[in-house]
Nanobody
Framework: QVQFVESGGGSVQPGGSLTLSCVAS????????LGWVRQSPGKEREGVSC??????YFRHSVRGRFTISGDKAKNTVTLQMNSLKPEDSAVYHC????????????????WGQGTQVIVSS
């Protein structure tokens, strides 16, 4: 079982920026990739980004606006979100991914309680 401590999030106007941070702990973390998923009311949870063996990966709608970084030794991951849009509003959850590669943002395994992101004028 993995535990997550997430921070960041909040309310911002369209075009603004937010930074989400996460520290993960628990057993078998070395077998997982870290990243973020999100869920909006009435919508299914979706993978946003993860850090894989060969690079970082993003869902198409956030590519070029979001960046992800992390320290595998410390089990930390940070999501920098720029040029935010109202459709980015959601609860963002730090998550463990079983697979992290291009087109592979669906195989997440565990996630934290989440932090709210609201983008509104």
């Amino acid at each position: 079982q993995v535990q997550f401590v997430e921070s960041g999030g909040g309310s911002v106007q369209p075009g603004g920026s937010l930074t989400l941070s996460c520290v993960a702990s628990g057993s078998d973390l070395e077998h997982y990739y870290l990243g973020w998923v999100r869920q909006s009311p009435g919508k299914e949870r979706e993978g946003v980004s993860c850090i894989g063996d060969r690079g970082t990966y993003f869902r198409h709608s956030v590519r070029g606006r979001f960046t992800i970084s992390g320290d595998k030794a410390k089990n930390t991951v940070t999501l920098q979100m720029n040029s935010l849009k109202p459709e980015d509003s959601a609860v963002y959850h730090c998550a463990t991914f079983l697979v992290c590669r291009s087109g592979g943002l669906t195989e997440y395994d565990q996630w934290g309680q989440g932090t709210q992101v609201i983008v509104s004028s």
